[in-house]
């Protein structure tokens, strides 16, 4: 069997313009891919097929002063369908404002944050709920995809998600304040 792998990765030489990919370890029987532009792999990767015990992969420079060299970049199992999602609480979250997940798994509540995967070919939404704290502190205001965003992409407290909605971030911060 074979499985399709997303790879990236966050830092390359800057004398090095291209890349081979090797799997495995650095030999002509591993190559994979030969001169992919290094800019490839930064970003949302590049997605490759390879037999399902392929889990090490390497990407050796093929020029500038980086020659002979290599550096392994992260793997991980292609799939367009599942988001990966990052949830965070901003603000003043001092009097017991919180974020949970209600569906389609149940995480929280938390002050902090919290991950999940979802896979919109199982599960058709996920849903995240805000709650605010001891009136008149914590009051929930909407949900951002930075710390920094000036305004929010969604104002009700249950924020209902699908693959193909509220797609400006997949860190999403839930913004309280002190009323």
Not at 4 to 19: E, I, Y
Not at 27 to 52: M, P, Q, Y
Not at 72 to 80: E, F, G, I, L, R
Request: proline fraction near 2%; hydrophobic fraction near 35%; aromatic fraction near 14%.
């Amino acid at each position: 069997m074979s499985k399709l792998v997303n790879l990236t990765s966050t830092l390359l030489g800057a004398d090095v313009s291209t890349v081979s990919i090797y799997h495995t370890s650095i030999t002509a029987s591993n190559l994979i891919s030969a001169s992919i532009d290094k800019n490839l792999l930064t970003g949302s990767g590049i997605t490759f097929e390879v037999e399902d015990n392929v889990t090490e992969f390497y990407a050796y420079a093929d020029s500038g002063s980086c020659l002979g060299f290599s550096g392994s970049v992260t793997a991980s199992v292609y799939s367009p369908n599942t988001r990966h999602f990052t949830f965070y609480t901003s603000g003043s979250v001092d009097e017991g404002g919180s974020i949970e997940m209600i569906s389609p798994f149940t995480i929280g509540p938390t002050t902090s944050s919290f991950t999940a995967s979802v896979n919109f070919l199982t599960f058709a939404t996920a849903t995240v709920e805000a709650n605010s704290g001891t009136y008149p502190q914590d009051t929930f205001l909407g949900w951002y995809y930075s710390t920094t965003s000036s305004a929010a992409f969604f104002t009700g407290s249950t924020l209902t998600l699908t693959k193909t909605t509220f797609t400006g971030s997949d860190d999403i911060y839930a913004f309280f304040k002190d009323v």
